[in-house]
């Protein structure tokens, strides 16, 4: 092969390796943020939490007719994730709110999802995941406790009438 041919050829794949290259930040600065609220059902008065990724700025906010405006603050040095949290109002009625994230200021990058609002008290930890109890289930715990109580009181006489050497 010639060194001219090479040239050409190298040439031609620096042209394209730098087309490429000045191609891909400017994709990854126009890729959609996304966000999540969670949780997406709270009854009025309770706590969601609130963040966007992929802003590529310090600043957001998240707006609702369910809790009003809400800043959002970057999670780390990058600001690739924004958080915030709000309470919902005591006094909204059941339904579907749009809850819109926007990035930067006025005109930035926005994605809405929806709350859901329901009445009642959100349920969590092991007391508001269990209904009730049957009156089956409260006699077999109440046995349980007897039996054990039962078992505790038999070990302590048993050593005290048994002392051990």
Not at 96 to 117: D, H, K, R, W
């Amino acid at each position: 092969m010639s060194p001219t041919r090479n040239r050409h050829r190298l040439t031609g794949l620096a042209a394209a390796t730098l087309v490429a290259a000045a191609a891909a930040p400017v994709t990854l600065a126009h890729a959609a943020p996304s966000a999540t609220v969670s949780p997406t059902s709270v009854a009025p008065g309770g706590r969601v939490a609130l963040n966007i990724t992929g802003c590529g700025t310090k600043t957001g906010r998240a707006t609702s007719h369910a809790f009003g405006d809400v800043q959002l603050t970057p999670g780390n040095l990058e600001a690739s994730n924004l958080f915030g949290g709000a309470t919902v109002y005591n006094n909204t009625p059941n339904g579907s709110y749009p809850v819109t994230f926007e990035c930067g200021g006025a005109g930035g990058q926005q994605i809405t999802l929806s709350l859901n609002v329901t009445s009642g008290a959100a349920r969590g930890g092991l007391g508001g995941s269990t209904d009730s109890m049957s009156r089956g289930e409260i006699a077999i715990g109440g046995s349980l406790v007897a039996a054990s109580l039962g078992a505790g009181v038999w070990i302590i006489r048993r050593r005290r009438t048994h002392p051990s050497a």
